[in-house]
């Protein structure tokens, strides 16, 4: 896929995303940006991996967009014959974590949605005349999200999480991550400002 294409398929998935984000917020609820390590396994192998997040909070679910990347070494998402290199994955999702409160500061959820894949690499050729070179490539997948996590708030508008998420798509793969977040009383990105902390009515 072209650069100018793949540009194309996010700024829709941007606007669908905002529009998505626009009907999830209710009066009340938080925004939340966030931000995470971990470490990948499955069809990709084991690597490291960071992200970042940002979302509305609600008392029952938390809707996120999510952006992570993860270098893979020789590893890619589409099949290849040919040796690759400096393989890099990112990963553009929107999720909703389903939220399960047993108490004022453990939250469990359970996690999904649609992603995103972009990867790059380089593909190592042999030209007609038998010299190697290395070929730029880029490969788009789309895929789907789930998994499940556990919030710790270690104060009212602040805490750590981990998570378990697995991605299908054309390489299978799973990540273990944790992290930390902050909660803020105005909705991220557009919407209007209300609510309060965690025990002042929002999200619970």
């Known amino acids: 896929m072209t650069n100018g294409r793949f540009g194309g398929v996010l700024l829709s998935a941007a606007g669908l995303v905002l529009g998505a984000a626009n009907g999830f917020a209710q ?11 971990g470490v990948s396994m499955g069809g990709l192998g084991g690597h490291p991996v960071v992200g970042g997040t940002t979302g509305i909070v609600t008392k029952w679910a938390v809707g ?3 952006a992570s990347y993860m270098p ?3 590893r890619t998402l589409r099949h290849r014959l040919e040796p690759t290199s400096k393989s890099q994955l ?5 999720t909703v974590q389903i939220q399960v409160p047993v108490h004022h500061r453990v939250v469990p959820y359970f996690v999904t949605g649609p992603a ?3 990867n790059r690499y380089q593909l190592q050729l042999t030209s007609p005349q038998g010299v190697p070179f290395l070929s730029g490539q880029q490969d788009f997948k789309f895929g789907w999200e789930n998994g499940g996590g556990l919030r ?6 602040w805490g750590v999480r981990t998570e378990y998420r697995y991605t299908i798509t ?3 793969f799973g990540r273990i ?3 930390v977040f902050y909660q803020f009383s105005a909705p991220w990105p557009l919407l209007s400002r209300g609510g309060g902390k965690r025990g002042q009515g929002a999200p619970y």
Not at 28 to 37: A, H, I, N, Q
């Open 177 to 179: 991550t944790a992290g």
């Open 170 to 172: 054309a390489q299978n």
């Open 27 to 37: 009066e009340g609820s938080l925004g939340e940006v966030g931000s995470y390590t």
């Open 116 to 118: 995103m894949l972009f």
């Open 64 to 66: 996120q967009i999510d």
């Open 72 to 74: 893979i070494g020789n």
């Open 152 to 157: 710790y708030y270690i104060a009212d508008n």
């Open 90 to 94: 990112f990963d553009f999702n929107f």
